[in-house]
């Protein structure tokens, strides 16, 4: 009888999904449910909950150093937006290229500093941007007759070193899938237009450009969970959580220290939820503005 009702071919495709279903909603749907709820508490560990109502996210709302952390988690995602969609593309396209040699060697060269720790990978760059003479940036400038800079201790010198740093790890990585988008446009396509006298230029905005959409609203579309999401870079290149007047905290940072450091649970949750809310209200945004909720117009 199990048996049969296991074979059964209306049951089968249950029985299927049913193992990516139990881990949806172990993994993601209660801990989502739980955070929630623990926004609205005060939460410590050792202490029975409290509920306090809207008192977290009353408190988040003229908090100063929180606001600070979304001002910057909101500036490295707009300039990783900038740099990590635009020049990973125009890597693809060039090693797509049929008359480009040693492809696969710049295809893994880019894609190696993917498989860097970023604990190794951030510790390498605390050092290169340090301020004392003899690190590698600044021994570089010196040859120029520029002072010893002191990267990690300004704003804007130190998004330079966070956006190196997020630069050499992703490039690799978004150029692979515009790599794969490439491979389903056909060279029939390229062949007709170059026939018609269009160069490359014309080509790449009227056939590269329009049948890449699908890979670029995706390649967008992560970029800016991972952007706004971005702790562990932030925290290896300033050697912890606490950067110099709160210049690398991101709002993932904050809710590190108000969940870990201060064992303020609650009001971390409240963080974490206002995060999600964030990028959900961006990103679908953004998956509207570009046409991807409309259906598509029947031949």
């Keep these: 009888m199990v048996k049969k009702f296991l074979y059964s071919q209306k049951v089968a495709p249950y029985v299927f999904i049913f193992p990516f279903v139990l881990v949806f909603l172990i993994f993601w749907v209660y801990p989502l449910a739980s955070s929630f709820g623990m926004s609205f508490q005060k939460v410590t560990l050792g202490q029975e909950a409290a509920w306090i109502g ?3 996210y009353e408190k988040l709302m003229g908090d100063g150093i929180f606001l ?5 988690s909101a500036i490295y995602m707009v300039l990783t937006l900038v740099i990590l969609i ?8 060039l090693i797509n290229n049929k008359f480009m040699w040693a492809r696969e060697f710049f295809k893994s060269s880019f894609f190696f500093p993917a498989l860097t720790s970023v604990v190794v990978a951030g510790t390498i760059f605390r050092l290169m941007f340090g301020e004392m003479e003899g690190s590698l940036i600044n021994s570089f400038l010196g040859l120029f007759g520029v002072e010893p800079i002191k990267f990690l201790k300004g704003q804007t010198t130190g998004f330079i070193a966070l956006l190196a740093l997020a630069t050499w790890r992703w490039t690799g990585v978004n150029m692979l899938y515009f790599l794969s988008g490439l491979k389903n ?4 396509y390229y062949e007709a237009a170059s026939i018609d006298g269009a160069s490359p230029f014309q080509r790449f905005m009227k056939i590269t ?3 890449l959409k699908p890979t670029t609203i995706y390649v967008l579309t992560i970029s800016i969970y991972a952007g706004l999401a ?7 290149l300033w050697n912890g959580n606490n950067s110099p007047k709160n210049i690398g905290l991101t709002i993932v940072g904050y809710l590190y220290r108000q969940g870990i450091e201060k064992n303020n649970l609650g009001y971390a949750a409240a963080v ?20 991807m909720f409309k259906k598509e117009e029947e031949a």
């Design 54 to 56: 809207m008192d977290n």
């Design 209 to 211: 450009m329009p049948l």
């Design 86 to 93: 635009p020049f990973p593309m125009l890597f693809a396209v």
């Design 272 to 291: 974490g939820i206002v995060l999600l809310v964030i990028t959900m209200v961006i990103n679908l945004t953004q998956l509207a503005l570009t046409g």
């Design 230 to 236: 971005m702790f562990i870079e932030s925290m290896m």
């Design 185 to 188: 446009i056909p060279d029939e």
């Design 68 to 72: 600070k952390a979304v001002v910057n």
